[in-house]
């Protein structure tokens, strides 16, 4: 049996590396057991980080085509170099993993590197690459194991033609017929990067809408915004399987409406139907952790598992699968174990697609609202009257904001158009402090900025009237 410590994070995810951060930084022993060879999880290997290099790579090739003879920039045709892009993708992975290694050391939280997995309450069991195996004693145990890509009966996954996420980074060329079976975040976000750079991108959904869970009005502007971007969606349709026994793909799937069947010829496909926390190896039902009815690790909403002594963070819990919700959960648990008051606020995590134009969200939807049976009012800003978002040629989309029809509480925040990702924290801070509508407008606001827009829809709600609309 190794040293003794205060808390051993199995994961080195967001969740994990940032919990273990904040628990050496509140005084405790900490060490952090991550089998991946690099740290940052899902996330800043084969996720959010790589992802978001991609699209802003074939955002700009997109602008140079689209946009730039328009003011005046003259580049000629843009050429595509896929290995060149990818290289650079990967230095932003390397440079980002290594930047959480440097704050490991920093901070004195011990990376142990292998698989680990609970040998007991206390006592955490690491299987290194080598095949040999330590043990660490820890007083605590926290399962930041995150989560892999769900996958679907009769696709066959080999991450070279038919791809999750993971194969979809790392395309050697640009596919000229692509189908991304899921209309969520992961399938529009990489289903974009590829259509821009030259594929033909078809999305097949089984449900009726895209971006499940969002806001219905956000839904049908955004799917409509992808169409003019030239990306084909075929919604209300269940996939069978995917046929790679020839040369070409053959994704075959049944209209729910009228049991009618079809196929679609590919290239490559991506499945993008979701993820499912990553429990396996771990000793879960060896020691008596609990899981919920869809194999998540069940906590009591603060981290702690049935077991005394180990807790679970991330997307191997409840709740949306965030990077930034890992992120939090990780500080909470971290102060919580220091002896601190531990908090997440579930009701204020912001969800952001980073496509063009991109979608933001934070709080309750419309639906929501309906459902619940609770008074609002709305209010609502396009950028297409944002001097702004005209000066850089993205007018596209709206500010969307729902407030409590008795005390002009915020209750929800949705944005389709430029640079949404960055706008709506704003109304995060707004919303984890309890303001009404009416503080952001009457807020004072530089000019010209896109945030001129989320002032202008908070004026919707509260006065009934934006100016510029």
């Not at 955490?124 to 399962?143: H, R, W």
């Not at 190896?281 to 077991?307: I, Y």
Request: net charge negative.
């Amino acid at each position: 049996m190794s040293e003794a410590y205060d808390v051993v994070f199995i994961g080195g995810g967001p969740g994990g590396y940032v919990g273990a951060i904040k628990a050496a930084q509140l005084g405790l022993k900490v060490a952090c057991v991550e089998g991946r060879g690099a740290l940052g999880g899902t996330c800043l290997n084969v996720g959010c980080i790589p992802s978001k290099a991609l699209l802003h790579a074939s955002h700009l090739a997109h602008e140079a085509e689209a946009n730039f003879a328009s003011m005046g920039l003259n580049v000629g045709p843009v050429g595509v170099d896929v290995a060149k892009m990818l290289g650079f993708k990967d230095s932003v992975i390397k440079s980002n993993t290594q930047g959480i290694e440097f704050l490991f050391k920093k901070n004195k939280v011990t990376y142990v590197r292998g698989w680990g997995s609970i040998a007991a309450p206390g006592s955490v069991k690491v299987k290194g690459e080598d095949g040999s195996e330590t043990t660490l004693s820890a007083k605590n145990i926290v399962i930041a194991t995150g989560s892999e890509s769900t996958p679907l009966k009769g696709v066959e996954v080999d991450e070279k033609r038919v791809v999750t996420s993971t194969g979809a980074l790392e395309l050697a060329s640009v596919p000229k017929r692509l189908v991304v079976i899921g209309a969520g975040v992961i399938g529009l976000e990489l289903g974009s990067v590829w259509k821009r750079l030259g594929s033909e991108v078809t999305v097949v959904e089984f449900l009726d809408h895209v971006t499940p869970g969002m806001d219905g009005e956000i839904q049908k502007q955004f799917q409509r915004s992808l169409e003019k971007q030239g990306i084909k969606f075929i919604l209300g349709a269940a996939v069978s399987g995917v046929d790679a026994s020839g040369a070409d793909l053959k994704v075959n799937y049944t209209l729910r409406k009228d049991s009618s069947t079809a196929s679609l010829d590919a290239d490559v496909v991506l499945l993008a139907v979701g993820r499912r926390a990553y429990t396996s190896g771990l000793g879960l039902e060896a020691v008596g952790v609990a899981l919920d009815e869809r194999g998540r690790v069940h906590t009591d909403g603060h981290g702690r598992t049935n077991v005394p002594g180990i807790w679970a963070i991330g997307d191997v819990i409840a709740g949306p699968m965030l990077a930034h919700k890992a992120e939090e959960e990780g500080v909470s648990v971290a102060e919580t174990l220091a002896g601190q008051k531990g908090h997440v606020n579930y009701d204020v995590i912001p969800g952001v697609i980073y496509t063009d134009p991109e979608v933001a969200t934070v709080g309750k939807t419309e639906e929501q609202l309906k459902q619940e049976g609770r008074a609002y009012k709305v209010g609502k800003f396009a950028f297409v009257a944002n001097g702004r978002a005209k000066a850089i040629l993205s007018t596209e989309g709206f500010v969307k904001v729902l407030a409590d029809a008795a005390t002009d509480r915020i209750l929800g925040v949705h944005i389709l158009g430029p640079q949404a990702g960055e706008t709506i924290h704003e109304y995060c801070v707004a919303m984890e402090f309890g303001a009404a509508s009416e503080d952001v407008a009457r807020t004072c606001h530089a000019h010209p900025t896109l945030s001129e827009a989320l002032r202008e829809a908070a004026m919707a709600a509260a006065f009934g009237k934006p100016i510029h609309s």
